[in-house]
């Protein structure tokens, strides 16, 4: 059974304030202390659509990547396992014109946030031409657009690539091939024969990069070529793409329906200290 909201954040406090005086190095990432603000852990039954006081859904196409699938609201898209879990199938059907779907889910206009750290745990799909993602993306975009709002790729996965994973930033003048992006690979493992907790700290002056609780990457307000633009609410995003320029179409090797499983989403604040 997971913890509760009010569980789940005492734990972490515990273990925070406990670690503190393990060592001297207090400037180290990983010391700063946080206190839950939001989480969905996606209880309830098999089938159930993802609480709509949370997410949102992006309904179309294309977003910009040449992507294949047509993104739906249909709970074959998107819902509730029934065992704890959201899961996102992406499915090889003709829809609306494309050979695919699949579900982009979003928090916009229902939690948007500056700053905390963003944090999920999830096992991934396997295959040439999947794209899954979690991401952030400036509330803004509608009237700055991109990348002057700004993105926070917390996880980017190849599923033809499936120990390997990215985390990247996005803003003018270091957008799409451009952006400021770290690897992380997997040694005599996978993403998706089990889950992987992925999660970024975003302070003021600097983002950093966590995959089970492993520091790999980050990005302080100097190290970006233009401006940085992370000074105001970004909202989550979690999608499984099929296609588009990354990653390449899907083949012949690629079976379909494929899954990304959710155990849960969760926003932290740091605790004034």
């Not at 982009?104 to 794209?131: D, K, N, S």
């Not at 091939?177 to 700290?201: K, W």
């Not at 966590?210 to 995003?237: L, S």
Request: net charge negative.
């Amino acid at each position: 059974m997971k913890p509760t909201l009010l569980q789940s954040a005492t734990i972490m406090l515990i273990l925070l304030f406990a670690g503190a005086g393990c060592g001297d190095d207090t400037s180290d990432p990983g010391s700063t202390q946080w206190r839950m603000v939001w989480e969905d852990t996606f209880d309830g039954p098999a089938g159930q659509p993802p609480d709509s006081t949370k997410w949102d859904h992006d309904v179309g196409t294309d977003w910009g990547n040449a992507q294949l699938e047509y993104d739906t609201d249909r709970p074959e898209n998107a819902s509730l396992d029934g065992e704890g879990h959201l899961v996102i199938v992406a499915k090889k059907e003709s829809y609306r014109g494309q050979p695919y779907t699949s579900a982009r889910i979003v928090t916009r206009g229902l939690f948007e946030r500056a700053y905390g750290r963003y944090e999920a745990r999830i096992q991934l799909p396997y295959g040439q031409g999947l794209w899954p993602a979690f991401w952030l993306l400036g509330t803004n975009i509608e009237t700055v657009g991109w990348p002057q709002c700004g993105e926070i790729d917390i996880m980017e996965y190849r599923g033809q690539q499936p120990s390997t994973l990215h985390g990247t930033l996005h803003g003018p003048g270091y957008s799409a091939a451009e952006g400021i992006t770290q690897r992380y690979d997997l040694t005599n493992d996978r993403f998706d024969t089990g889950f992987h907790t992925f999660a970024v700290e975003w302070e003021q002056d600097e983002i950093r990069w966590y995959i089970d609780d492993v520091h790999y990457h980050t990005v302080a307000r100097e190290d970006v070529p233009g401006e940085w633009v992370y000074d105001h609410p970004f909202y989550i995003i979690l999608n499984v793409a099929v296609g588009g320029g990354w990653v390449g179409a899907p083949n012949a090797s690629t079976t379909f329906p494929q899954r990304m499983l959710i155990d849960y989403v969760r926003v932290f604040e740091e605790v004034a200290s």
